[in-house]
């Protein structure tokens, strides 16, 4: 009890501390230039949403024909913000570019905002046709956009708070900490907004109903109305006694996910499978990736979408990576020293590709088993290569040693395309998002092709991620017949003795 009344007060202070020094951090202005700015990104967000909805809208096609889904594919495929445009049946969306036809008309939520122009806004919704994205929507007429979340990167890493909302209305549409909006309605006052009893100086665009406005430094944290102070102050202490509490937890044996993923580590318990990467136009299986496997005592699984990101946060990534490496060598070290060129690939984050102990321990692994660096690829997010800068040496030391790189789940992240050229690779590994759509829509003329155009651009190989059904895989066969393909329908995840070549 000492322990969270001490750590409650010591959040306090923290909490008001920093709030202090935020507030005071930035002259009137920096802060006017740096409000100009994000109103600038906003405007470009704003601008392509309301380009791809007019030019969709005038598209001539039959609404959800496999032309209408060519060309709606094409047109997400050259934008930078928007991750998927869809057609609409009044409230119901119909399909989309990524998803194709939707089995059922799925129905919108009424949208959280209706502009003068007839433009309908959902803030940070989930998707409806992939309902683990969080997602902007943006509708006009018979057309909905989707705008990628990683477009408001700008409004997150600010260390303050950040809000965006609608001149007309003063309707909060996003704030960049997650904040919930929906009751949260802002009044004009003199030098900016009011909201909840504070005055944000704001900035208006233009050319759209949309305002940024933004905690300033000019009167100071203690400066704020009391009931400010008071609740950064409490959610400080709050924050502070959580921490307490999960430390005591994570003290406890068995109490967190992070003391039984070390535990798991130590004593072998996590297990990999590997999953057949085929050539598509025959079958031949030319290498396996390897994933890792978590059993629970009850016989079920957790899944690593669930731990991995556990390990990156707890900095157990690290150890993780050099579990994976080591394991899946060995295992798998009779098909990697066989002949031809059976290829293995492991995921990584870029934390392990800069970490040089990992580099280290793949040659030493390697020389030990008598593997050739040619047969070893690793598979980093095409998120990740948002850091290409801090990235290209290590992907560049790699590949010197003949150490293949995939960027893997590629058209989910947003910088893709810009990057692609400035961080070689050797695959791009289609996500099975996109595979998803194959034979949904004219697939001839649609963004799949076109990632295999611009990898042949590059030189690098095509793996087709979540190939789930023979018509997907004879589509593939016939179009891109050097596609090397992986997904169910090849063969599941097996452990490395059921594995067969
Ligand atoms: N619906 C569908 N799914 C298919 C199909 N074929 C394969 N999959 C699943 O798709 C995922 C492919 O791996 P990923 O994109 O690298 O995505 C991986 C990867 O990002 C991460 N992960 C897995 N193993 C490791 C690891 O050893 N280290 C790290 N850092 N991450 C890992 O966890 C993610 C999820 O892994 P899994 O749950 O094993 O899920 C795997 C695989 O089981 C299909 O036809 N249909």
Redesign the pocket.
Known sequence: MPLLFAAALAGAALALAGGEFVARRMSDATLETHLTEMVARSDEIADEAARMLVAANTDMAATCSELDLALLRERIFVSRFIRDVGRLDGDRILCTAAWGQLDLPTPLDPPDYEAPSGARVWTASRNPAARRITTDMVSLGRTIVFISDAAYDFMRNEGRLVFSYARSTGRVFRTGDGTPTRSLNVRPTAGGVLLEGRVYPAACSRRFDICIAVASGDRGMLGQPMPVVAGVGLLGALAGAASALAMTQWRRPGGSIEHDLRRALAAGRLR?VY?PVVRVRDGVVVGA????RWDRPDGGEI???LF?PVAERTGL?GE??RY?LIRALDEMAPHLTGPGDFRLA????TM?LLDPDIFDLLETETRRLGIAPERIAL?I?ERSTAEYQQLAPAVARYRHRGYRIHI??FGTGYSSLAHLGELPVDAI?ID?LFTRAIGTGAISASIVPQIFALAGLLGAEVIV????TEAQACHLAVEHPDALG????FGR?VPARDFTI
């Open positions: 990999l999953q990736e390897g994933l890792i899944p690593p979408d991995v990534s993780l990576a994976v492991l995921n990584v984050t392990d598979e997010t893997d789940d590994k099975r991620e979540g190939i789930e992986q997904g169910w329908f995840p």
